[in-house]
């Protein structure tokens, strides 16, 4: 408590306007013990990293996939994702672990820029606790250990938001520059950055004093540049047939828009083990508390509740008209980790913001022992929690056994086809040694993911073919072809306590229609 309580002296002298010089050393204090207790998270986190058991999971994969071939749009994401992987991997090699260490490194940098936010709206006791807090959230140390698009999409929110707080107190061409491309980057890691547009309108909706704001060049300025930086995605998705597009719609899911409470429900609770229980709690009390008392509601308190709200609000809408997935109002707590902080220590809520740390923690450090001895245990009822995470390098090595008896039959295999997502993800990576060219099978003039798009099978693939698949081929296939050798069917481990099938056929004499 010693740390805090000179961070808090630190806030008390700005606001008084005294001592500057001794203000600006304890806020430089202030900041370099929150640098030194996230480096100490970012330790820990290298260490979980290099000893994970998991495989890459399919979307993992994927984005490995397209990083190997760099260009400005794919088929489910846009680009930054697999720019960000290709940097890192030119740095440091292929390996699971190097093509992961992004994910971990971005939360440090968001867990950062979230510091920097609480410091302007609030003070640096605020910050350090909120910055902390959001570095060991559970959904955090969840995808501290995973890339996925949300990393890149999270990092640039914060620093949007950062530059947006920063341009409300004091406009500057370097803010109005930071905040365009955090909103071109974050379109660039996932459409959900256009939330940020909506979340600022309603916030100058709820905060009439701010909309003389409006009348200066600076937002629209940076709205202008975060747009053109989207500009190149958005035209390759035009050459395209808009298939980035196209799949967000097929995700959101609205043909005959049905009526599912269940799923918004499903939606709300996941949330509790996404923020944290005791922090997700506090922050539904928070909105019902300013819902109640708008009047009383602080400034800062009302432009985190305009950057929070409204996506939890929107996707659990998503959800009662289809289905929404956790991880879909993620930016909603960049400000909402500074919201309830802030709340929770002006409200005196001292046992359960420390209960929310201890809880977090111990998820964090759970988060960690199960990917370490991923695939060693299982849970009564459940069974093994991570099977699902594991098997892709087995089913590479079971595709190499099958190549390896071809050869030796005198037969050598020539091309290798799969009619899943999955295994076409997972081979891409793990079997990309092999010297056979692989490709997907597409059931349909429309493709139904990157590799059917960029690696769909035609006649002018080498025979014979083997196919792998994760059930019994389907006579719509096997009938394109005169030839078709034995199946096989393999029960593959997926860890010390779970299997899944794979299916082998060889294939010959494919008849194009």
């Not at 350090?128 to 559970?138: D, H, M, R």
């Not at 308190?301 to 659990?316: E, G, M, N, R, W």
Request: hydrophobic share 55%; proline share 6%.
């Amino acid at each position: 408590m010693d740390v805090q309580q000179d961070c808090v002296s630190a806030a008390h002298l700005a606001r008084d306007g005294k001592s500057r010089r001794w203000t600006a050393a304890l806020r430089t204090r202030c900041f370099t013990i929150f640098l030194c207790l996230l480096a100490v998270i970012a330790a820990l986190r290298l260490i979980a990293l290099a000893a994970n058991g998991t495989d890459l999971y399919m979307d993992e994969a994927q984005y490995w996939a397209w990083s190997q071939d760099l260009s400005l749009g794919y088929f489910s994401k846009p680009p930054l994702v697999a720019w960000i992987i290709h940097g890192a991997t030119a740095v440091c090699g292929d390996g699971e672990a190097c093509i992961r260490l992004p994910a971990l490194l971005l939360h440090l940098v968001t867990a950062t820029l979230i510091y920097g936010i609480a410091v302007r709206l609030y003070d640096a006791d605020v910050a350090i606790l909120a910055g902390l807090g959001y570095a060991l959230l559970p959904a955090v140390s969840l995808s501290s250990g995973i890339i996925s698009t949300d990393v890149p999409l999270l990092a640039a929110w914060a620093l949007a938001l950062y530059a947006f707080v920063s341009l409300l107190s004091a406009p500057t061409l370097r803010d109005t520059t930071l905040l365009a491309l955090a909103l071109g980057l974050g379109l660039n890691a996932k459409y959900a950055m256009a939330y940020f547009i909506l979340c600022a309108a309603i916030y100058f909706l709820v905060a009439p004093e701010r909309r003389t704001f409006l009348k200066q060049p600076h937002l629209w300025l940076a709205l202008a540049g975060g747009l053109a930086l989207i500009v190149p995605n958005l035209l390759w998705n035009a050459t395209n047939g808009f298939v980035t597009v196209a799949h967000t719609a097929d995700n959101a899911n609205w043909s005959g828009i049905p009526f599912h409470p269940g799923k918004a429900a499903e939606f709300l609770l996941a949330q509790f083990g996404v923020f944290g229980p005791i922090l997700f709690g506090a922050l539904l009390a928070i909105v019902w508390r300013a819902a109640r008392r708008p009047y009383d509601t602080a400034a800062p308190d009302k432009l985190l509740l305009a950057f929070s709200v409204p996506i939890l609000v929107l996707v659990t809408t998503q959800g009662l008209i289809s289905r929404a997935h956790a991880n879909w109002a993620a930016p909603a707590y960049v400000a909402a980790i500074v919201l309830v902080t802030a709340a929770m220590m002006r409200d005196r809520a001292w046992s359960w913001l420390r209960a929310s740390f201890a809880i977090n923690l111990s998820i964090a450090v759970l988060i960690a022992l199960a990917t370490w001895q991923a695939g060693r245990f299982s849970l009564p009822g459940i069974g093994d929690p991570l099977a699902r995470t594991l098997g892709n390098r087995e089913l590479a090595a079971a595709v190499k056994d099958e190549l390896a008896a071809a050869v030796q039959r005198g037969q050598p295999i020539r091309s290798l086809l799969t009619d899943d997502r999955e295994f076409a993800a997972a081979l891409s990576y793990y079997a990309r040694d092999i010297g056979v060219p692989m490709q997907a099978w597409r059931d349909g003039p429309v493709p139904r993911s990157h590799f059917e798009m960029t690696r769909p099978f035609t006649a002018a693939a080498p025979e014979p073919v083997l196919l792998v698949s994760p059930r019994a081929p389907a006579p719509t296939l096997t009938g394109r072809f005169e030839s078709v050798g034995p199946k096989i069917a393999r029960a593959l481990p997926t860890g010390d306590h779970a299997t899944r099938t794979v299916h082998f056929s060889l294939l010959a004499k494919y008849q194009e229609r």
